[in-house]
Nanobody
């Protein structure tokens, strides 16, 4: 079992930056692929970014490429999402997710992930 706790959300102005963190506990973090997803009001949850357990592979949704960066620190059991040039349409609850993947695979499909955090709210004001 893996427990995930997100933090770092908040209110930011259009064009601002935030860094989200997701702290993992329970099992060996380094063997897990990690993903970030988000859900805006009235919309389905969507993929944002993913990173392989060793950090070599990353993937981003087109809507955030060039603005968001996913990274991880396995020594701290933490994955990060650095968000820059934020827009009002980035407003959502952001979730991190984990899936055991020691082979280095990553996924953008929500259904691929086994463990989820409770989310952190990000609000971008225009």
């Amino acid at each position: 079992q893996v427990q995930l706790v997100e933090s770092g959300g908040g209110l930011v102005l259009d064009g601002g930056s935030l860094r989200l963190s997701c702290a993992a506990s329970g099992r060996t973090f380094s063997g897990y692929a990690m993903g970030w997803f988000r859900q805006a009001p009235g919309k389905e949850r969507e993929f944002v970014a993913a990173i392989s357990w060793g950090g070599r592979s990353t993937n981003y949704a087109d809507s955030v490429k060039g603005r968001f960066t996913i990274s991880r620190d396995n020594a701290k059991n933490t994955v990060y999402l650095q968000m820059s040039r934020l827009r009002p349409e980035d407003t959502a609850v952001y979730y991190c997710a984990a899936k055991r993947a020691p082979n280095g695979s990553i996924w953008s499909r929500e259904t691929a992930y086994d463990y989820w955090g409770q989310g952190t709210q990000v609000t971008v004001s225009s």
